[in-house]
């Protein structure tokens, strides 16, 4: 997340997006904006991470995806 936004996400994490809609505003929102804008391919793929990142933080520790979990949604 800190490599996406140029940043620590500090508040951030506590204001998890609940929607892809959400999600795709929140990539725009949040995103570094030192370098050029990505594509849309490539701003795509940055919310699939994102997506990914924001389960890893669930409170409760069984609703996180397993390391195995993880590597099958980046794979595909």
């Not at 997340?1 to 795709?24: F, N």
């Not at 793929?45 to 996180?64: D, G, Q």
């Amino acid at each position: 997340m800190e490599v996406i936004m140029g940043a620590h996400p500090g508040d951030l994490i506590s204001t998890l997006p609940s929607s892809s809609l959400e999600m795709r505003l929140l990539v725009k929102d949040v995103l570094d904006q030192r370098p050029l804008p990505p594509s849309t391919d490539v701003q795509d793929k940055l919310e699939s991470v994102m997506e990914i990142a924001f389960m890893c933080l669930a409170e409760n520790p069984h609703s996180r995806p397993t390391m195995y979990a993880i590597s099958q949604l980046l794979a595909s």
